[in-house]
């Protein structure tokens, strides 16, 4: 299986825009999923995870209420809902797929390539 982002863009401060990352085989009821941005010089960092059979959601204190993330499981699909964004928000994103219900980039295996989301002021 491998995961492919996309969706990333330039916006502009105060935009929406949403991310996908689609599977290329199935996703097992037991995986989690999980957005992840990283920002130049900085650590990766945790937005958000849900888990796949369930749907529950588990977001970052720094996202939470602005972020949304949801999957679609007939098309082995995940998204990442994304309002209000501003100039702070600009990173690569990557989705990432694991076992674990966890915000520790270490507990995903399989990585996207990561989309790019810049955020004009």
């Known amino acids: 299986v491998q995961l492919q982002a996309s969706g990333g863009g330039l916006v502009q401060t105060g935009d929406s825009l949403s991310l996908s990352c689609a599977a290329s085989?199935?996703?097992?009821?037991?995986?989690?999923m999980g957005w992840f941005r990283q920002a130049p010089g900085k650590e990766r960092e945790f937005l958000a995870a849900?888990?796949?059979?369930?749907?529950?959601?588990l977001y970052a204190d720094s996202v939470k209420g602005r972020f949304t993330i949801s999957r679609d499981t007939q098309k082995n699909t995940v998204y990442l809902r994304m309002n209000v964004l501003n100039p702070e928000d600009t990173a690569v994103y990557y989705c990432a797929k694991g076992s674990q219900y966890s915000t520790r980039q270490y507990d995903y295996h399989l990585w996207g390539q990561g989309t790019q989301v810049t955020v004009s002021s």
């Open positions: 849900i888990r796949w059979i369930r749907g529950v959601t």
């Open positions: 085989g199935r996703i097992y009821s037991s995986s989690v």
